[in-house]
């Protein structure tokens, strides 16, 4: 846990990975990342108050993997009362695939994209979001995807991810040995080994940003436009 386990790879993201344990893995990220990843406290704090029943906010999530976070953020939104617009981008087919398989709900929208190419269309949002993605990212990798992702926000950019530590490996090992037959185990230690610590963020990232934490083992790359 010392250093970061740049090298590993996750099995769901080799392109021969045993497809039947590959949607299991999309259909249980709701369940994880429901229990885990802090992001109906992030909604309440940093996304509800930008929001207003009389027009709609737009938010763009990254790697939005099987989709269970975006369609989320739109069904607190409904409950609320307010006006929200998700899209969800994933580069990986298999991803948006299953993604935009899901029973069609207003106001969410998948594609298949990266940040470059809505870049190059011209496009931008009010919010930018992305959940368990900066592990995926080597050093250089990652300061692009921030650069893009600031460029695509009006508002804010809102990245959580895992947070590497020997405590955060040991529990997880032990919480996530019901979900079988998927990923999730397996792919969640790689991931926390492959995650980056507070510091680490913070030596990558450009002036603005801020580490954060959000909850017990994850932390927030924020950019809040404005501040300084």
Known sequence: MRRRAFDAVEKMDMPD???????????????????????RRLYR???????????????????????????RLSRWAAK???????????????????AAGRPPLAGVDFRQAHTTGLLREGLSFDVVISNHVLHHLQPAGLQQFLADSEALARTKVLHNDL??????????????LPFRGSFIREDGLTSIRRSYTPQELAALASPGWRVERTSAFHQMLARRKDSP
């Open 80 to 98: 609320d009362r307010v006006r929200l617009h998700v899209t969800g981008i994933d580069p990986d087919g298999r991803a948006h695939a299953f």
């Open 163 to 176: 947070r590497r530590s020997p405590a955060a490996y040991a529990l997880f090992a032990v919480a996530a």
């Open 17 to 39: 990975c045993d497809p039947v344990r590959l949607e299991r893995t999309y259909r249980q990220f709701g369940l994880v990342n429901g229990a885990l990843s802090g992001w």
């Open 45 to 71: 704090q940093e996304i509800r108050p930008l929001l207003s029943a009389e027009s709609a906010t737009t938010l763009l999530d990254v790697g939005s993997g099987g989709g269970d976070l975006a369609t």
